[in-house]
């Protein structure tokens, strides 16, 4: 024909050409594929014409051209548009209320729009084209915890697509998001997940994210989750990068944790409680650490605070509304130690920083302090903070110092009332005094961060009124860190801890050879498989604090046994440890963990797991018939991977040719111990029976074979070299050599009847 009309897809068309001379058929446009034939000569010849997919919203055109000489005649091919559907925005974003959006559709084909979940209301209209037309998408109010969405299908002739919907929640998501990894732990909040913010539940909607620590002190999300009553988990995903790239946990990382508040807008940090290995069914496999591949389950969260405490150059009475993890007045005091001139308590008792000479031991909560400081400065302190009104002051006759618990100023006759019958006298830094029966005040309105000097005349009970305002947002960019250096086994920080010092000519031995710098030497916790603290040895005496169970953290129990272990630079952890304590009028030698207890280690001997493959079989002959066996010097921990260099597994090497095998044993703490076992080759003994024997006699036949083994063993149950026998029968002998090497042979004999 003189114009053809084909679709968008591709295909071939056949034309039919007249003509009667020779011809030639072309054509310029790219898109026509073949002409086949593209000439000819006389007569009337059909033509297949192909051509490409057209991808272009608009038609197009192709003239096909045949000549003979400068002769010519045209045809056109026009090919149809490809179909499409175009709606502006492509995506639905809906508020959380209920209401309508408009889209643009554009189209060259009828189309049709419909599905969708069933909070979509209405969708007007819901089919036209081929135009641009305005439609009406209606959707119900979202009243869950939870964003929602659902996809919408345009359709038309040849054509389709999702339209994505989505509609917010009432619930305001935290500002946070997270690059996700290769290597993730996932952690569960149970559907019984208790959260004590400052004395408020937990609220449904709330959020939970993960922090990892960078090399400069940066915190940066590493994976988050919203709380919703359920069982809900959390992805939280760890360094996949080489260092000193960091893009998630390391592995072994504390997580650190803050609860984005969503009725408040507000981040607030956060500690955690973790069930304990092995709950649920044996799928919790890890707590408060990062393990790729982890399960860690968290039932419990508490509200961590900041307390500043300002301190002026010269004397200060100071207490604290933190409850302190981490007590040892070295760690609270460390970021300002240079400046501590000395402290000490009512009864005399001192920490003199530059001698290291402590009497303290630790901060006490309900205890008061005096500080002497070298210049004006702050001290900054982080935990859980105590409610007041739960802890109760016992308070006895005579001369004792106080904290002040509560967040916020009261006035001094309030909260004393209830022990102004028995008090005397109260002082205040300045001296300011407080006489009740005297009607005497001086100092008003008891402060936060202030400590008071009491005189009493009886036993009393001090308890203080609630806290009446929530604590000011935590802050998240400055302030020192709780913790100092890094340790393999990073213990949780708890209210009390044992001190074990590590003196300068303490033996640390591995295998007998000084232990290497960088291992660390860590204290396990029974039936809870994390630490209850460790310590890196860089070749330098140190101290390692060992920590004692609290009310938020798991940890030592007084009176547990210490469980050494030490983690090698190389990952390898190593549980055979030995520790002696030295003696002295300062140190405690026991081996069972105490709370604030002074200890001194005098000897550590670790000794890593070591084995030796022992051969069992030569290979005789040359035969794949020699074994070996792995004999255990020094057990490691189970499960163990056992490895023979030729690709079996197990105790024991079996069919093996002569040679020599190594062995790879590596346990459950990533350790590994080797060992060489060469299987000989050996010649197999000779032996000869000689002839089936027959005999008339009836004395008993003796038989004797020729042989150079040494062990024996008849098919009669004998291991004599030689035997004697009286039936007839098959008797067959099995020898063995030095080398373990066996031959076998056999006889036929037979008793006759005499003529």
């Known amino acids: 024909p003189a114009d053809t009309f084909v679709n968008h897809r591709q295909g071939c068309v056949l034309l039919e050409l007249q003509a009667n001379w020779n011809w030639q058929l072309q054509s310029s446009a790219p898109w026509i594929q073949s002409i086949t034939p593209p000439s000819g000569g006389s007569g009337t010849h059909h033509v297949e014409v192909c051509y490409a997919y057209n991808d272009s919203p608009t038609s197009r055109s192709a003239a096909l051209i045949a000549a003979i000489g400068s002769l010519s005649e045209t045809t056109v091919l026009e090919q149809a548009p490809r179909p499409f559907l175009n709606p502006q925005p492509d995506t639905l974003h809906f508020p959380p209320s209920d209401t309508c959006m408009d889209i643009l559709l554009e189209s060259n084909v009828a189309w049709s729009l419909g599905g969708g979940a069933s909070w979509v209301t209405s969708i007007t209209p819901a089919s036209g084209g081929p135009d641009s037309l305005a439609l009406s998408v209606c959707v119900e109010a979202n009243g869950g915890l939870q964003p929602r969405n659902t996809e919408l299908l345009l359709t038309g002739p040849d054509t389709s697509l999702l339209l994505p919907l989505m509609q917010a929640s009432t619930v305001t998501p935290p500002p946070w998001t997270v690059t996700p990894t290769s290597r993730i732990h996932r952690v569960l909040l149970v559907d019984t997940l208790a959260g004590n913010l400052d ?41 996949d990068l080489p260092p000193p790239e960091q893009n998630g946990f390391l592995p ?156 916020s100023p009261s006035p001094i006759a309030d909260e004393f009332a209830g022990i102004a019958p028995a008090l005397d006298l109260a002082l205040d830094e300045k001296d300011g005094a407080y006489a009740p029966a005297q009607g005497l005040n001086e100092i008003g309105d008891l402060l936060p961060g202030e400590g008071y000097k009491l005189k009493l005349n009886a036993p009393a009970v001090l308890t203080y009124s609630p806290n009446l305002t929530p604590p ?39 295998d007998g050879q000084p232990l290497p710098v960088g291992s660390s030497l860590s204290v396990g916790i029974p039936g809870n498989g994390g630490c209850a603290g460790s310590v890196v040895w860089e070749g330098v005496p140190t101290a390692l604090a060992v920590f004692a169970e609290d009310d938020f953290y798991p940890g030592l129990a ?198």
């Not at 993960?210 to 939280?236: C, H, I, K, P």
């Open 199 to 239: 004395g408020q539940a937990l609220e449904l909607g709330d959020y939970l994210g993960f922090f990892y620590r960078r090399a400069d002190g940066e915190e940066v999300l590493a994976g988050f989750g919203q709380w919703t009553g359920s069982n809900d988990t959390v992805l939280v995903y760890g360094n």
């Open 252 to 407: 072994d990382e504390r997580f650190r944790l803050r609860l984005w508040d969503a009725s408040a807008l507000e981040e607030k940090t956060v500690a955690a409680g973790y069930l304990p290995l092995g709950a649920l069914n044996g799928a919790v496999t890890d707590s408060s650490r990062f393990a790729q591949d982890g399960f860690s389950a968290i039932d419990s969260l508490v509200q961590i605070f900041r307390q500043v405490i300002p301190l002026r150059k010269g004397w200060n009475t100071v207490s604290s509304y933190i409850r302190l993890g981490h007590r040892s007045l070295e760690h609270v005091l460390s970021p300002i130690l240079s400046e501590v001139v000395l402290m000490k308590d009512m009864q005399g008792r001192v920490y003199y920083p530059p001698w290291d000479f402590d009497q303290l031991g630790s901060w006490g909560l309900v205890q008061g302090y005096q500080i002497k400081s070298r210049s004006d400065t702050v001290l900054v302190l982080e935990g859980p903070r105590v409610r007041p009104e739960e802890r109760p002051i016992p308070l006895e006759p005579g001369w004792q110092m106080v904290a002040y618990l509560r967040n």
């Open 472 to 510: 000011n947002p935590p802050d998240f960019k400055g302030g020192q860190p709780l913790e100092r250096g890094y340790a393999p086994c990073t213990p949780q920080v708890t209210e009390k801890n044992a001190t074990l010092l590590i003196p300068a000519d303490a033996e640390l031995l591995l």
């Open 558 to 755: 007084p009176g547990a046994p210490y469980d050494f272990r030490i983690t090698l630079p190389d990952g390898c952890v190593v549980d055979s440890v030995r520790v002696t304590f030295r003696a002295g009028p300062d140190f405690s030698t026991d081996a069972f963990f105490q709370p604030d207890a002074l200890q001194a280690i005098e000897r550590v001997e670790a000794f890593r797991m070591q084995v030796q493959a022992l051969p069992l079989a030569a290979a005789c002959d040359g035969e794949p018939e020699g074994s070996a066996t792995l004999e255990w010097l020094i057990p490691g921990t189970a499960p163990y991977s056992i490895q023979w260099s030729d690709g079996q597994s197990g105790d024991t090497l079996q069919n093996a040719l002569p040679g020599t095998y190594q062995l790879t044993v590596t346990d459950a703490n990533q350790c590994t111990s080797q060992a060489a076992v060469t299987i000989p080759q050996a010649p197999s003994p000779s032996l000869e029976l000689g002839p089936d024997q027959s005999t008339c006699s009836a004395d008993p036949l003796l038989l004797q074979p020729q042989t150079d083994a040494d062990q024996f063993f008849w098919s009669t149950g004998a291991t004599t070299e030689t035997i004697e026998v009286l039936q007839s029968g098959t008797y067959s002998l099995t020898v063995t050599n030095d080398e373990g090497c066996s031959a076998a042979d056999s006889l036929e004999v037979s008793f006759l009847e005499p003529p």
